[in-house]
């Protein structure tokens, strides 16, 4: 059973500072990473995605990926409360001769003015 | 302009009916999937299209039957509702190959079975 772990939060963080959040995954053939930000009662958007080992930067926005220990965080710099929303890890694995999206259950972070 | 359209947005209804839900695509995608997320936020992939062919059918109950008349469009059909299949269901689109599979999600169905 292929998973993708995320602590379920709420991780809370005074606006302004750095929110760390943070993805593990059990299948060493996944491809590609994702993360996803899900405001309340709207549907997910992509916020970065990352396939190579080392940093993505993005704006605000950081994406990091380490495939030797089966791991991909998002860092949020300058944390703003518009910030505040459930964030989910997705990875690409390989299905048969297709392609398939595994999900995590999301962090929900929650930005304090 | 919008990318990926779902209907209804609401759908509230007594056990034991039957449904549908619709879900269209202008992006010029040839992959269109339907998933449920509970009331827990998890977003489970039930089914997933590819140019009208069905290529991931996960562990669902027959009473839920997909149907894609042509690549921008997926529908789904729920016989028979259970209180448990109250939830919010999502359409979404891609491309199937790259490196990126961004999907891009409709605006979600929120189904309560009475």
């Known amino acids: 059973q292929k998973e993708v772990e995320q602590n379920s939060g709420p991780l809370s963080v005074p606006e302004g500072a750095i929110a760390s959040l943070n993805c593990t995954y059990s299948?060493?053939?996944?491809?590609?990473f994702f993360w996803y930000r899900q405001y309340s009662g709207k549907s997910p958007e992509l916020i970065m995605f990352i396939y190579s080992n080392g940093d993505k930067e993005d704006g605000r926005f950081t994406a990091q990926l380490n495939k030797a220990s089966q791991y991909v965080s998002l860092l949020i710099r300058d944390s703003q409360p518009s910030d505040s929303a459930t964030y989910l890890c997705?990875?690409?694995?390989?299905?048969?001769?297709?392609?398939?999206?595994?999900w995590g259950a999301g962090t929900k972070l929650i930005i304090k003015p | 302009d919008t990318a990926v359209s779902q209907t209804p947005k609401y759908l509230v209804t007594q056990m034991g009916n039957d449904k549908s839900i619709k879900c269209e695509q202008n992006?010029?995608?040839?992959?269109m999937y339907w998933y449920k997320q509970d009331s827990k936020k998890f977003l489970k992939i039930m089914f997933s299209y590819n140019n009208k062919e069905l290529i991931i059918n996960e562990t669902v109950p027959n009473r839920f039957s997909p149907k894609s008349p042509d690549k921008a469009h997926l529908n789904l059909h729920i016989n028979s509702l259970e209180l448990g299949d109250s939830a919010v269901y999502f359409c979404?689109?891609?491309?199937?190959?790259?490196?990126?599979?961004?999907?891009?999600f409709g605006p979600g169905t929120r189904l309560t079975v009475l």
């Open positions: 979404a689109s891609s491309h199937l190959g790259g490196t990126n599979n961004e999907q891009f």
């Open positions: 992006l010029g995608h040839d992959t």
């Open positions: 299948d060493r053939g996944s491809q590609s």
């Open positions: 997705a990875v690409r694995i390989v299905a048969g001769s297709n392609y398939q999206l595994i």
